[in-house]
């Protein structure tokens, strides 16, 4: 599928937009770390709109609609505490417009662009930068009735990270709220080791 084929409408995001992702405290020895966000290495192709030669960035317009795309998916059976411990809750703004693919819409003529066929999906975002756009925006297909974003490199280098919470209080064992959220809404046990 390629862009020609979906023709979606291209949308201007404005400056001071918030964004939401979960990703790790800390990355993985081949982790890409740029303005506070730790990404995958390019060209691993495990996303949906993954780029072969340039990290993207998932986002997601509320704390519990990235919970639920990274989490606490549909077809996850449990969650556990440690995964929980390891990853932070980090805010993004955009600092000026981003030009966006908007797929928002047609999933019901193009069911592929919920499945887990990533080769349709990651051929049209290879389009959609070359025609010099700064990501895609689409709806969660976790969370009905929410957005998210995939950012290039031109997008990600248009946002500003504004803060990181954990998802565990350090010391307290304290869940931050949008998780206990999306652990209700999904539900999908969180499970600890026990001490016997």
């Not at 937009?17 to 506070?36: E, F, L, Y």
């Not at 059976?77 to 955009?94: G, P």
């Not at 919920?114 to 709806?139: N, P, V």
Request: hydrophobic share 40%.
């Amino acid at each position: 599928m390629h862009f020609k084929d979906l023709s979606p409408p291209i949308i201007e995001i404005p400056a001071q937009q918030t964004w939401h992702r979960v990703q790790r405290k800390s990355g993985r020895g081949d982790s890409v770390r740029t303005k506070g966000y730790v990404l995958a290495p390019p060209g691993s192709l495990a996303g949906r709109f993954d780029l072969l030669d340039e990290p993207t960035a998932y986002l997601a317009d509320s704390p519990e609609t990235a919970l639920y795309e990274s989490l606490f998916r549909r077809e996850v059976r449990s969650c556990h505490w440690d995964r929980l411990e390891q990853r932070v809750l980090v805010s993004f703004a955009t600092q000026t417009y981003l030009r966006l693919a908007d797929l928002r819409g047609l999933e019901e003529r193009y069911p592929v662009l919920q499945s887990m066929r990533y080769e349709t999906s990651q051929a049209f975002a290879k389009d959609c930068r070359q025609q010099d756009l700064h990501g895609i925006l689409y709806a969660s297909a976790q969370h009905p009735y929410h957005g998210c974003v995939c950012l290039f490199n031109a997008g990600i280098a248009r946002t500003k990270k504004l803060a990181a919470v954990a998802l565990v209080q350090a010391g307290a064992d304290v869940l931050h709220k949008a998780v206990v959220a999306a652990a209700r809404g999904s539900q999908v046990p969180i499970i600890r080791e026990c001490a016997f």
